[in-house]
């Protein structure tokens, strides 16, 4: 049974800091390129940041030099290190994993097979 769970979420000030963790079952990461998107109240989910087949990261512009993805496949974990908070990043954060034949820019929900249920970040001016 495949399951992808997040957790990590919560309230911050703007400026903080938090550590989104995926743990995932029954998908080995470290061969499906994977990604974290969000998904605002009233907004289409977007992608935030992806991993590729080479481990190569991609983030959307409005989180770079801000966030960071990395996965740890010892744990079968995926990360999202989110700094410099700002209350536009209040979303629900999901993470997702895709077979990598299917990816074309890992930036697009299409390309993507397994997801989590989300946890929710907000962040506060």
């Known amino acids: 049974q495949v399951q992808l769970v997040e957790s990590g979420g919560g309230s911050v000030e703007a400026g903080g800091s938090l550590r989104l963790s995926c743990v995932s079952s029954?998908?080995?990461?470290?061969?499906?390129?994977v990604g974290w998107f969000r998904q605002a109240p009233g907004k289409k989910r977007e992608g935030v940041a992806s991993?590729?087949?080479?481990?190569?990261?991609k983030y959307a512009d409005s989180v770079k030099g801000r966030f960071t993805i990395s996965k740890d496949d010892a744990k079968n974990t995926l990360y999202l290190q989110m700094s410099s908070l700002k209350p536009e990043d209040t979303a629900m954060y999901y993470c997702?994993?895709?077979?990598?034949?299917?990816?074309?820019?890992?930036?697009?929900?299409?390309?993507?097979?397994?997801w989590g249920q989300g946890t929710q970040v907000t962040v506060s001016s």
């Open positions: 997702a994993a895709a077979f990598c034949v299917h990816v074309v820019d890992g930036t697009s929900e299409e390309e993507y097979n397994y």
């Open positions: 029954g998908v080995p990461l470290n061969q499906y390129c």
């Open positions: 991993i590729d087949s080479d481990r190569n990261p």
